[in-house]
């Protein structure tokens, strides 16, 4: 989809980091190709095509609209990304408590709520999206935001006494390309894409 006019100053700004940079340099970094002009880079099964000169952006359908601005914070972060196989929760990504309350109700409850009971219904859910099973909790899978950026969703299955949980987790040299809001839009975009796609 086209970028949400509603982000229209962030987009100028991000647009004006990457504004002179080569864009096979951009593609380069952010693990993307150069197809036709443009940077393409894989997402959470789909595409997002960034056109540097014109300073246009498509983003697939299926992820929220501030998609687009995310994207280029990421492309801008690729340029210095190192490696980091660690996993961190939104939590640990800083002093964030006043976000981490809304992050957790808006993308990690939903998915206990969803996938708690039924667990394999996650791995289910998110082969659209490209992803993996993983050996973690009741159910996990690792989804690809980008080709630098990695989340792995978790949920638990609970007891009767313990209620079921679910947790969402960023790889650590992905994470760090982006400041915590984008993290927390893109948490909100895996959460809304494993929902709609579970239907």
């Avoid at 196989?85 to 109700?105: I, K, M, T």
Wanted: glycine share 12%.
């Amino acid at each position: 989809m086209v970028c949400n006019p509603a982000h229209r100053h962030a987009m100028e700004l991000a647009w004006s980091a990457l504004q002179g940079l080569a864009p096979r340099e951009v593609a380069r970094a952010a693990g993307g190709e150069l197809r036709d002009g443009e940077v393409v880079l894989p997402c959470l099964g789909g595409e997002v095509l960034v056109d540097l000169r014109d300073r246009m952006i498509i983003t697939p359908d299926h992820l929220g609209g501030g998609w687009g601005v995310v994207t280029l914070h990421h492309l801008k972060g690729c340029l210095g990304w190192k490696s980091d196989e660690s996993w961190v929760s939104f939590e640990q990504l800083g002093d964030l408590r006043p976000f981490a309350a809304a992050f957790r109700e808006r993308a990690v409850a939903p998915l206990a709520v969803r996938f708690g009971d039924v667990p394999k219904e996650l791995v289910r859910a998110a082969r659209p999206l490209g992803g993996r099973p993983l050996a973690m909790g009741d159910a996990a899978v690792l989804l690809q935001a980008f080709p630098r950026l990695r989340v792995t969703v978790v949920v638990w299955k609970g007891d009767g006494e313990i209620p079921s949980g679910a947790n969402l987790l960023f790889d650590g040299g992905g994470s760090k390309t982006l400041p915590a809001e984008d993290l927390a839009e893109i948490g909100i975009s895996v959460c809304q894409a494993l929902l709609s796609t579970a239907r």
